[in-house]
């Protein structure tokens, strides 16, 4: 996961502050799309009303119906997150150090306790093979990485993920409209973040289902690495290579010189050499 690597789509990167809580059950939780920290997905949504064929609005509390849509949307959707490398990847693991997506300083600092936790290495396509296996059958599975871009607080008059059309809403009823309206603008709602976000290089899946229970995916074989933060502790490296003994990981950490990150090449821990 370190040396030699030329792919900037080989491998996908979960930051987290507990990794034995993680590594313990070996599955990784899909959870609530209004959970994250962003403003965006976590507020409850506006939306005005539209109609091609002159509805009347007035028997609808616009508000009301607004804050349902988006309730029911964000309540069925669950969702884990993951940063990508960023290409072109030389090959050269001293040269390619800052465009791995290990080696984020603020996601340490936002979603790793602050360099005290670790970052999971995964395999994208074994992992994309095992969500697809468990949940595709009673499950829209939807992944790709984040686009960022600036919307204007008013929108432009294409723009139409905000507005519910009363037309299709009367004819489809309310459960069928969700389903639509949620199909249709996925990408803006699911796949667009602020560029002030833009060097966290997402990649996530998206998982649209019926109810509103967390989903779990189990992760055997698509994990292939752990890769500590600088104040992680020894006694939680040592816990987690024993918890994890036998899957054929690479272990490294993360250590700070001065302005620059390096890899603890030097700590025969993560040889497997016991000191």
Known sequence: MIEGVRSADQYLYHYTPCPEVILKSRTL???????????????VWEFNLGTNENA???????????????????????????????PPLSGNHLADIFRRG????????????????????????KLYALIDEQFRSSHLIISGPVVYLNRDVIPRLEDTAYTIDVDYLETMGRDEYLKWHRQTYFKQFFFEK??????????????????????????????????????????????????????GLRYMGLKWKNCSPWYDFGNL???????
């Open 29 to 43: 939780r899909f959870g609530a799309y209004s959970k994250t920290n962003d403003p965006k997905e976590s507020k």
């Open 56 to 86: 009347n609005f007035d028997k609808y509390d616009m508000k009301a119906l607004g804050t349902w849509l988006s309730t029911e949307i964000k309540s069925k959707t669950r969702i884990a997150c993951f940063a990508m490398d960023a």
């Open 102 to 125: 290990f080696c984020k300083p603020r996601m340490w600092a936002q979603y790793a306790n602050r360099h005290k936790g670790a970052c999971l290495v995964f395999d994208r396509q």
């Open 194 to 247: 602020m560029t002030d976000w833009r060097d966290e290089l997402e990649f996530r899946w998206v998982i649209l289902g019926t109810d509103a229970n967390d989903l779990y995916v189990t992760f055997d074989g698509a994990l292939v690495g752990i890769m500590f933060g600088d104040d992680a502790e020894e006694s939680t490296i040592d816990e987690i290579k024993t918890m994890t003994a036998g899957m």
């Open 269 to 275: 821990k993560y040889l497997g050499l016991k000191i």
